[in-house]
């Protein structure tokens, strides 16, 4: 039983960063349509910038702990965010009325050329985080060892996936983004900017993966410029499994999946662990296609 | 531009042609496939630097029969993929034989297309047993091969004194048949019981649900059969969880990011299995190629791996130097009848008639406070 709690707890930790990246590609498919490949590497910019903050100003000696890794965080995502949105005027604004297809192809064309960028100019070794940021205490619950850091990168993830929804659902631009991804032309009529609302969702969804870079990044300390794809691949997956365009669904679907892999690890084998991960991707199209919270798509009356 | 000019400049360019390479009667190329990019990136740029200084310093002494040594560098990524097309193109440029690489699964991936344009491979980090055992007359490898590294590390866990033994490997090539061959001696020599055996998939960051898993099993020691970016992770986790059973490491383990990634406290304490790393080299040709190398690069190289490969570089040319040919087969049967006992920088160069090298080099080492690869003696 402690096995189960314990597996339990680190499949959350792990699910909270699937799920703060997922919202970024759930946010982009419900207003766009378009499933941004080069999302997982903005969450590899995201854990690079802050490596070069980190160490170039020394935050948290200047500001201490708890502030200067806040500071950090809103720095790498005001960073991130204007990628985000460069990403978007550059690739895909240029193609909104173009096939689909192209979109998808320009999609993974800055992801490649994002990868290989963060490898030109960060080199090809991989880069560590500095040690000893992060207090390495352990809290004890239940009898089960977890280390602070992991609570702490849980509580984070779901405050910022609260704010999000909040945000969406009660302000008025939250309002015109739901509108503009139930149907662009008909929010057009009705008064709002989409144009505006795009590059609102462009600034969000980054700014999000990017922070998650910097979890990442702390509390595991490695970083190379390949890390956004698995990532970004994990995070995909949650989304769909939660259904693709919704944002509860985004954040639930990251947290199950995690967990997913946890138990698929404790209690199947190891070395199958992505691969039950895929499998429950694969079941959940064939079962539910719209994702455990359904799909927000138009209706065509 | 006038045509009148263009001639000019295409005559000029000619010229200038002619005059670089009239040092040297031609070029002997010898290539080089190594990750440059990709996990295992350390590796790759150490083999770059130890190769190319080794080839400048035969060119400074009037070159290799004559002729100038020229490496033509190709990344392999790290990966089986990336490596089968630098293979190809590799292939395509005339070179006499291949230095590389590292990964066995990398390696074993370009075996097939280098032997079908009868180029000779060495391979400097490949110790997986089956890559020999393929009948490729024209494959070497100046590394030695898991079943020596299962025979120490299995003498290791005895000297120890551990029971319960967990064993963690990747899935590649290597790191699966070392963990098949420890598991094997382990049982059939009665010294402990095997009370886990896994894979973890590398790439992934997160190891905590394979860490809790191994605790439950409750090991005196883990076999961790995989590469350095891995254990370095693991490493650091285990000791976030508060975990303190022992580690001990395969060879690919060996590379100072180990520590990096890990950090010097979680580092402490951890053993692995390598031939000798390069501080500890104990020939004249390696003191004297570790000085150059610290003159031309400011530091001595990281990786024992990549001074196999300059051993791959001086068994090559040698061959070429005594043979006075560089057709491939004549050099295939130089290196495996006539090149005895070859002082290279790791110690003495034989080759069996499987391509293997002869002798055995496994040492054990633990990593002390300081991060430092320590030498234990038996």
């Known amino acids: 039983m402690e096995l189960f709690f314990q597996q339990l707890t680190n499949g959350l930790a792990v699910g909270g960063i699937y799920a703060l990246i997922a919202l970024g590609y759930t946010m982009v498919y419900g207003v766009l349509k378009l499933i941004n490949f080069a999302h997982g590497d903005l969450f590899t910019i995201g854990a690079y910038l802050g490596l070069t903050l980190l160490t170039a100003m020394g935050l948290t000696d200047k500001l201490g702990l708890g502030v200067g890794i806040l500071a950090l965080a809103v720095m790498v995502m005001g960073l991130v965010a204007v990628v985000g949105v460069v990403l978007e005027r550059v690739a895909y604004k240029p193609l909104r009325n173009a096939d689909r297809l192209a979109a998808v192809v320009s999609a993974l064309g800055a992801s490649i050329f994002f990868q290989n960028a963060v490898m030109l100019i960060y080199g090809a070794k991989f880069r560590v985080y500095p040690h000893n940021i992060l207090p390495k205490m352990a809290v004890n619950i239940l009898g089960l060892e977890i280390p602070l850091i992991r609570i702490i990168i849980l509580a984070a993830s779901i405050v910022l996936m609260i704010a999000l929804y909040l945000f969406v659902q009660k302000t008025k631009t939250g309002t015109a983004i739901r509108a503009s991804a139930i149907d662009q032309g008909a929010a057009k009529l009705m008064g709002v900017n989409v144009n505006r609302v795009i590059s609102i969702v462009f600034i969000i969804g980054p700014a999000l993966g990017g922070v998650a870079g910097v979890m990442v990044g702390m509390y595991y300390g490695q970083i190379n410029f390949t890390m956004g794809w698995m990532y970004g691949l994990k995070a995909f997956i949650a989304a769909i499994l939660g259904g693709i365009g919704n944002i509860p669904g985004a954040m639930i679907g990251g947290l199950l999946l995690g967990v997913i892999e946890a138990m698929g690890a404790a209690y199947i084998s190891i070395a199958w662990k992505d691969a039950i991960a895929f499998f429950v991707l694969i079941l959940i199209l064939i079962v539910r296609p719209t994702g455990l919270l359904g799909e927000r798509v138009a209706e065509k009356v | ?378």
């Open chain 2, 1 to 378: 531009m006038g045509k009148r000019t263009i001639q000019m400049v295409v005559l000029g360019f000619l010229a200038l042609a002619f005059t670089a390479t009239a040092a040297f009667a031609g070029t002997i190329k010898i290539g080089l496939m190594c990750p440059l990019t990709g996990s295992w990136a350390s590796e790759g740029q150490d083999m770059e630097k130890i190769v190319k200084l080794l080839a400048e310093n035969i060119n400074d002494k009037g070159g290799l029969l004559g002729e100038e040594v020229e490496i033509v560098v190709e990344d392999d990524g790290g990966n089986p993929r990336t490596a089968a097309l630098a293979a190809q193109r590799l292939s395509t440029r005339d070179i006499v034989a291949v230095i590389g690489t590292y990964g066995s699964s990398v390696t074993e991936a370009t075996q097939n297309i280098y032997d079908e344009f009868d180029i000779i491979q060495l391979a400097n980090g490949s110790t997986a047993i089956r890559l020999t055992q393929k009948g490729l007359d024209k494959f070497f490898r100046t590394c030695p091969r898991d079943d020596e590294q299962g025979k120490v590390a299995v003498k290791t866990i005895d000297n120890m004194g551990f029971d319960r033994v967990a064993i963690l490997h990747d899935n590649t090539t290597y790191a699966k048949g070392l963990a098949d061959e420890a598991k094997k001696l382990l049982s059939k020599q009665g010294t402990a019981n095997v009370v886990f055996f896994d894979a973890l998939t590398p790439g992934e960051r997160d190891y905590s649900a394979i860490l809790t898993k191994m605790k439950a099993a409750k090991p005196d020691a883990v076999f961790f059969t995989g590469y350095y970016p891995e254990a370095g992770m693991l490493l650091r986790q285990k000791k976030q969880m508060n975990w303190n059973v022992p580690f001990i490491g395969g060879d690919a383990t060996n590379n100072p990011d180990l520590v990096k990634i890990a950090g010097k406290d979680a580092a402490e304490d951890f053993y692995f299995l390598s031939p000798p790393v390069p501080q500890d080299l104990q020939t004249k040709q390696a003191e004297d190629f570790l000085a150059d190398y610290r003159e031309q690069y400011g530091s001595a190289p990281d990786s024992v791996w990549a001074v196999l490969s300059g051993d791959c570089f001086l068994a090559v040319t040698t061959a070429i130097k005594e043979t006075g040919s560089t057709d491939p087969d004549v050099l295939a049967e130089y290196l495996h009848s006539d090149l005895k006992d070859m002082p290279g920088l790791t110690g003495k160069i034989s080759f069996d008639d499987k391509g293997d090298r002869v002798g055995d080099l496994y040492r054990l080492y633990r990593v002390n406070s300081q991060g430092e690869f320590v030498l234990q003696s038996d």
